[in-house]
């Protein structure tokens, strides 16, 4: 079992320290990663990727604490990223059967049940066992990535680089991987899912400049954030589905939602004191 992971602060591009000399994380937790374009959020989750001993440019260092089995470190970390694509020309069923083969899984047919159901909560259109993955369009790909990475791979730390545009459900994505005991680490630009890490490390200039956990306010909002989500995503889906938004004709409930969106922006705006 993993404990910890503790990444030993490193330099700045300008080859200064960098002002975080020392983070850890927990299983369960999340941390956010965000920061300006080129702040080096991709640089510091591929620190964590190779599991770095102060020989990459950031010269950081990258303790894992816990009983990992001597060879086990290429199983420590799996990734969900951008260019998530599958090029296996085989059904969803056995692949997920593959995996949980390799991964030595007592009971694979309840597991793959399962790892379907998270993808099909996660993803708009539904997966299906006999489908292709080829044939996978990307958020369903992302889906059941996730839903593999958080029920079939034994990998303990989890990081996922931008995931907003994935077109799948990435609160309960996150939700998912940090109930299953996966350290996550999340680059992201979104507000919300930076509030949902609870703790957030801000890049700059290379660096690791700023650590920050939620203050109460932020809290509150992440919460009204999180309502406003529900409502856009009912928004979308009706205005996916090819029905338009007509003052006398629409549905009580798309005006309700439209409604509820607005006064959650305006409340959330009227709390805003910022630091
Ligand atoms: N501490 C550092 N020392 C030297 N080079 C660094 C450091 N941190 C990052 N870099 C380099 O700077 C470049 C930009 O960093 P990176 O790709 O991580 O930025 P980013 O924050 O992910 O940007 P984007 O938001 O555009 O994805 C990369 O080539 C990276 O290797
Ligand atoms: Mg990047």
Do not use: C
């Not at 591929?46 to 089995?69: C, F, H, K």
């Not at 200039?205 to 509150?220: A, D, F, I, S, V």
């Not at 607005?262 to 409340?267: G, Q, W, Y």
Request: no cysteine; charged share 25%; hydrophobic share 40%.
């Amino acid at each position: 079992m993993l404990k910890k992971i503790t990444i030993i602060g490193g330099l700045d591009k300008n080859g200064h320290t960098e002002s975080i000399q020392r983070l850890e994380i927990f299983p369960g937790q999340v941390l956010a990663v965000a920061g300006p374009t080129g702040s080096g959020k991709t640089q510091l989750i591929a620190d964590i990727e190779q599991y770095r001993e102060g020989e990459s440019p950031t010269g950081r260092r990258v303790l894992i604490e816990g009983n990992l089995s001597k060879g086990s470190s290429h199983h420590l970390v799996a990734e969900v990223s951008q260019k998530m694509n599958f090029i296996i020309d085989t059904t969803v069923e056995a692949f997920l059967y593959r995996h949980a083969k390799v991964r030595a899984i007592k009971n694979p047919e309840t597991v793959i049940g399962t790892v379907l159901a998270v993808a099909n909560q996660l993803a708009g259109e539904p997966v299906s066992l006999d489908d292709n993955l080829t044939a996978l369009s990307g958020g369903q790909a992302r889906a059941l990535m996730v839903g593999d990475v958080a029920l079939i791979s034994r990998a303990p730390v989890v990081l996922v680089d931008e995931i907003e545009n994935a077109g799948i459900d990435r609160l309960s994505a996150m939700a998912i991987l940090s109930a299953h005991g996966k350290i996550v680490l999340v680059v992201t630009h979104d507000p919300t899912l930076m509030l949902m890490a609870g703790r957030r490390v801000i890049m700059k200039n290379g660096g690791m400049h700023k650590l920050y956990r939620n203050t109460p306010l932020e809290n509150t909002m992440m919460e009204k954030l999180a309502v406003m989500e529900r409502d856009m995503s009912r928004l979308r889906e009706t205005l996916r589905s090819g029905r338009q938004i007509i003052d006398n004709h629409s549905k009580k409930e798309t005006k309700d939602a439209w409604q509820a969106f607005f006064s959650t922006a305006r409340s959330i705006s009227a709390g805003l004191s910022v630091n």
